[in-house]
């Protein structure tokens, strides 16, 4: 409707050029919608832009365009009010017009070509799979789901991907975690992983994991190995169901541990190595991000033989870049902040303009009980899950 009266408006602007009352008329003026109803349905600062370039007493302009606004057939009522304010009632039938617009599109509405040709890479969530979907994650899913719908709308090709994080210390920890339930229901006093994650989900995937594998006959690694897989293989089913419940489709599932296996991130470091921007260190492996506005070098590999999570991210936008999209959105919590120069940096080192990549960061939810805030933990098992409120509230006040 803004759109619709600006054009009317501006068709006013041209009849007094035209008739050599004004002589310029490209100005940016606004339709807004006064604060006061009695003011009119919408109303146009024109008037008072005019008089500046005009040099000509601005409630004088709004007269000579009021005169010509009238005449058109959606307006009902216009009048000049205070120093030059063009005040407009609109007939019902514009909005009854304006309703049909909205009608005769249907989906299409508001929609626009402005990406056409323009391919856009979306992460989001990318929650580590050692344990449910939490609010957290929620709020990310629907916020990276919201703006995909709105970019596709205006014509851009949107790709949204889920990231896994299922290679290192994480995944050990929910199998030895697993392993750890299984253990003390033979002996109670058998030890917990002092970091390992205590939600009741754990007792769940043993439940499950003991229907397919008898651990007992297995040797103390394997057995491990196996329920850091199996465990993994099944939070990943949980957190598929759960996005799919929550109306959240993705188009790609990247996994870390593939980047690995596919020497992606050997391939990235020897890369950076050839560019000079890999040195070593107290036995550790650097990247020197300082060279492109970090606060400090990085260490990519530690003096263990251990990738750093540094590591496989860089190799990670790496790949995005070589699949060819004209941006790349990442969205993290706001936990990530300190996150973000580092990877720039990287970028930068690897010759992927900045602008390539944009950031969006989201607050972290907060949960209250009893006006006390809860700190919710994963592997304190102190947090309430998406499937929780999802049941609770419904798909469509949960997104919300």
């Known amino acids: 409707m803004r759109e619709r009266l600006k054009s009317f408006i501006s068709e006013a602007l041209q009849e007094l050029m035209a008739e050599g009352i004004i002589r310029h008329g490209g100005l940016n003026f ?45 307006f009902q009522r216009v009048e000049v009010a205070g120093p030059g304010f063009i005040n407009i009632w609109l007939k019902e039938r514009s909005f009854h017009e304006g309703l049909l617009e909205v009608l005769r599109a249907g ?33 990310g899913a629907a916020f990276g789901d919201t703006l995909s719908r709105v970019l596709s709308l205006c014509g851009y090709e949107v790709e949204k991907e889920f990231y896994i994080n299922d290679a290192g210390r994480q995944i050990r920890l929910l199998g030895l975690s697993i392993f750890s339930r299984y253990m003390q229901r033979k002996d109670p006093n058998y030890p917990f992983p002092e970091d390992g994650y205590h939600g009741t989900y754990v007792e769940d995937l043993l439940a499950e994991i003991s229907k397919q594998v008898d651990l007992n006959g297995l040797e103390e690694e394997e057995a491990i190995r196996l329920c850091s897989q ?9 957190i598929r169901q759960d996005l799919e419940e929550f109306g959240v489709a993705f188009d790609r599932w990247i996994s870390e541990k593939e980047l690995y296996d596919s020497q992606k991130v050997d391939g990235t470091i020897s890369l950076l190595e050839e560019k000079g921007f ?13 060279a492109f506005g970090d606060d400090k070098d990085r260490v990519i590999k530690k003096s263990d033989g251990e990738y750093t999570y540094f590591a496989s991210d860089i190799a990670y936008h790496r790949d995005k870049w070589e699949r060819g999209y004209n941006l790349t959105i990442d969205i993290w919590g706001a936990d990530h902040h300190g996150y973000i120069k580092r990877v720039y940096s990287a970028l930068k080192c690897l010759g992927i303009p900045e602008d390539w990549l944009k950031i969006l960061l989201i607050q972290l939810v907060k949960l209250w009980k009893a006006g006390t805030e809860i700190r919710m933990s994963k592997r304190a098992g102190t947090y309430v899950t998406l499937k929780e409120l999802i049941a609770e509230a419904g798909v469509d006040a949960t997104r919300f």
């Not at 604060?35 to 370039?53: D, F, V």
């Not at 402005?114 to 929620?138: C, D, W, Y």
């Not at 890999?278 to 020197?288: S, T």
């Open 278 to 290: 890999i040195y070593q260190k107290d036995g550790a492996v650097w990247l020197k991000s300082t």
């Open 230 to 238: 199996m465990g993994k293989e099944l939070m990943m089913k949980e």
């Open 107 to 139: 989906p299409a509405y508001g929609s626009s070509s402005m990406g056409k040709g323009k391919r856009i890479l979306l992460e989001f969530v990318s929650a580590n799979p050692t344990g449910p979907l939490h609010l957290g994650h929620g709020r």
């Open 30 to 74: 606004g339709v807004e919608i006064p604060k006061i109803r009695e003011h009119g349905h919408y109303s146009t600062n024109l008037a008072m832009l005019l008089a500046q370039s005009e040099k000509r007493n601005p409630r004088a302009l709004a007269e000579e365009l009021r005169a010509r606004m009238i005449k058109r057939e959606s």
